[in-house]
């Protein structure tokens, strides 16, 4: 019996490692525009490893011995030249057509006066690297995915603005898209029930963030959730949060004064970030000494 126990744990761990990876992935993507033919076959392959699995169990039960050891490895040999084989054939797809990349997604910032609780570990989809195309120098280009609250009209891929276009706000004048070799993958709005307050700028390219405007940073902290986080007061009651940055870039501190346009760091996915973006923000109001920024009212910046 020992054999056949070892040879139903590790069916049960090549079920379980790609259920992770696939479920909570590409599955658990569909709703970020997984393709639908990952979607199919991750089901498909599922339904399959529970009808090995049945079987299996029931043979186990009834016999042990050789049979059910052949039956189990027959099993396991399935599942495992199945889930490879889908791999394969996703990665050989997605390097053929740009698919689609899966959304970020931030947790809601309180509105209450107590600090953001930590996030959840992120449990979104990795995005396959080759599937989400940056372009550079071209203006705020929307990334070639489905984009939530898109801010304006324009096809994959298109520039919706230029790259250095600005933005008054309170007679605090700020750039649209403080990042470079970037996206947009996510504008301001309700996504998934819940209130997105920001933009998001998604790089694979190793962009940069940048300061939105003159001002002095007022939080330049680590976070569970928002990774590495600096928020910049400009004054009238004005502030931006950038969240995720890979690292600080030197100087980058509580207290510095930045002028719009200083790197701030490179873009990153630190904190509950499923892929390199930059979670962007517009803030205003009354900045407290409790809740600092998460006491703040977000604004859409494009709304400005
Ligand atoms: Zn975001």
Redesign the pocket.
Known sequence: MKFLLRLLRRLLVMLIVPAIFLAAGWYGGSKYGAPPAVVGAVDNVFAKGRAILTPILGEAARKGGEAAKTAAQQGSDYVVGTVEQMIKDYKERSEEEPGEAPE???GETPDTDEPAPAEPPATEPEPQPSAAPVQTGDGIVLCKMRISNQPRQGAPGSSIGAADETTTYKGVTLLLMPATKACLS?GYGYRNGKL?????YFSDRGGDVLAAGDGTIVEAVSRSDYGNMVVIDHGNGVYTRY?HLARFASGVKKGAAVTMGQTLGPIGKSGAAPVV?L??EVLTGGYGTRAKSFGLEAVDPFGL
């Open positions: 970020t997604q931030e996510s997105h307050k920001g933009v998001d969240a973006h979670h962007y």
